[in-house]
């Protein structure tokens, strides 16, 4: 199987910008705090649960059909993302209202 990562860091960006991206039944993901802290908010439709990254050592795993949000980024922090599938903007929501229409369908 293939891994896609992603590198989200909170350094250059504003760290109370928020990631959010809802993903789609192919993809699973493992989250991971390589500096610094965040939370991640985790959300399958019907129950919203948040979990704080500050440990490299920690990873996080996401399962298929579930929104994810990251924010509270401390100073300097950096996320390590690993998907399971390829990237393809197509197959991600960006919007948490279309999330809950076709995402909980």
Known sequence: ARMYEE???GVED???R???LFNEEKNEELVIALSGSFDVVLHD???EQRFSLN???YGLYIPKMT???LENFSTNA????LSSTTYDSKDYI???DQFIIEGCR
């Open 7 to 9: 590198i989200f860091s």
């Open 45 to 47: 439709g019907k129950q």
């Open 55 to 57: 440990r490299s050592y």
């Open 94 to 96: 960006r919007d948490f």
């Open 67 to 69: 929104w994810r949000m």
């Open 78 to 81: 950096l996320a390590l993302i």
């Open 18 to 20: 928020h990631a959010k």
């Open 14 to 16: 504003d760290p109370k």
